[in-house]
């Protein structure tokens, strides 16, 4: 559920944060995570063959779509064909593939020989100096490659500013949406980015697992997060902060701002991802804290489980993606939630794309026609929701094959085994 971004502090910041909120030494901590989690096999990045592919295959769609040339910025697509893993400012870093003929990566002069360790296919850099418009150097060389005139393709992610300035230096360039390419490439996984997200997942099950059995009275989400830290650490994820929501917070999907420590009785959501060489895993868990569940809350996460397995059940190749929330709704509502998105009930989709983003195209929402397809990657995570009380959410990924939906983690039993 939770959205996470390519921020620029490393991983021991927050680790130490975390640490430091659990008034427990950085090295003992880590030590007894070391002692006590399960070694997870890492497998190896995705190689520069591979980008290489990506490329062959995106210039390939281009031709297709009769577009001339793609550019892409800083960000996930950036790392997706070129390895390079970048953050977004004001001096613009891009790639710009041609229909034909090698790409090229344009960069601010002093950052060159950073993006050059980086960069893992044939490529020119161009660089640009603090006082001149980068955006010239991308005009000619689309040139160069007479492809001026053509479609440009723009990321659907790209920020205004670039096309904005992009027609500045060639006044009438077509400018399309580069979804035909980009989105067409990544919401499809190679098995070598399925490796990759299975270890994702795997290593944040086993983090969950870590930090939810040594959840202790009068903690508060900081303490738990920073347990959920370590161990993903130690297993060699990388964490970016997680979402820990503790009574009566755990009924509003993003958490609450108010104060929360855990009591006996209390309803516990804990949902966070992991990275594997830039693959996310997302997993959420619910349980009660230190006494045996009500009616009430055994009653609605038991919902929220067979919920998730009408989900699963639904999902068929060539089927609509919104087909998979349009069941979960339709099974809901003749529990008496909703209808549709209101509370009680499912305020939010059930289940989201996910990849080298948490939270990436398509979505499991109702209206959405995309036909699932081999490869295709997604969340599922119809939670429960009952303002002013509490909420369940259960979330476990899945990938689909040939044969069907697979999940990456087995969904929980039951309430008493929370962590399986």
């Known amino acids: 559920m939770i959205h996470s971004s390519i921020r620029r502090r490393s991983f021991l910041t927050g680790a130490g944060a975390a640490a430091a909120a659990m008034t427990v030494p950085l090295e003992r901590v880590f030590a007894q995570a070391a002692a006590e989690t399960p070694s997870i096999p890492i497998p190896p990045p995705i190689t520069s063959g591979e980008r290489m592919q990506r490329v062959a295959r995106a210039r390939a769609l281009m031709q297709q779509h009769g577009i001339g040339a793609l550019l892409v910025e800083s960000g996930p697509s950036l790392d997706y064909y070129t390895g390079i893993q970048w953050w977004r400012s004001e001096r613009l870093t891009a790639v710009v593939i041609p229909a034909i003929g090698d790409a090229i990566v344009v960069t601010p002069f002093f950052e060159k020989p950073s993006i050059a360790e980086m960069l893992q296919i044939p490529a020119e850099i161009r660089s640009w100096q603090e006082d001149e ?49 980009t989105r067409a490439q990544r919401m499809i996984k190679s098995p070598t980015e399925l490796g990759l997200m299975q270890a994702a997942n795997d290593i944040m099950l086993a983090s969950l697992r870590y930090a939810g059995e040594r959840v202790r009275e009068g903690m508060t989400p900081a303490d738990i997060d920073g347990m959920i830290a370590v161990a993903q650490k130690n297993l060699g994820g990388s964490y970016d902060g997680g979402l820990v929501l503790i009574g009566e917070a755990s009924a509003y999907p993003h958490g609450s701002h108010k104060p929360q420590i855990v009591k006996r009785g209390e309803t516990v959501l804990m949902d966070c991802t992991c990275a594997v060489h830039g693959y996310q895993a997302d997993i959420t868990r619910t349980f009660v804290y230190g006494a045996d569940p009500t009616p009430e809350q055994r009653k609605l996460w038991d919902q929220v489980h067979r919920g998730q397995q009408i989900a699963i059940q639904t999902a068929k190749v060539g089927l609509p993606a ?56 997604f969340s599922d995570e119809p939670g429960l929701y009952v303002p002013g009380k509490f909420g369940v959410r259960l979330e476990d990924c899945w990938h689909m094959t040939k044969a069907g939906p697979k999940f990456f983690t087995q969904p929980p039993p039951s309430i008493d085994r929370p962590f399986g």
């Open 133 to 181: 418009e980068p955006l010239k150097l991308v005009a000619e060389f689309l040139r160069e490659r007479k492809v001026a005139g053509a479609p440009i393709a723009f990321e659907e992610t790209d920020r205004f500013f670039i096309q904005d300035r992009l027609r500045k230096q060639l006044p009438g360039v077509p400018i399309v949406s580069g979804n035909p390419v």
């Open 322 to 377: 919104g087909a998979v929330d349009d069941a979960v709704r339709r099974t809901y509502e003749t529990w008496g939630f909703g209808p549709g998105y209101r509370l009680p009930g499912l305020s939010h989709r059930t289940g989201h794309g996910i990849g080298m983003e948490v939270h990436e195209p398509i979505y499991l929402v109702h209206g959405e026609m995309t036909p699932l397809a081999p490869g295709m990657c």
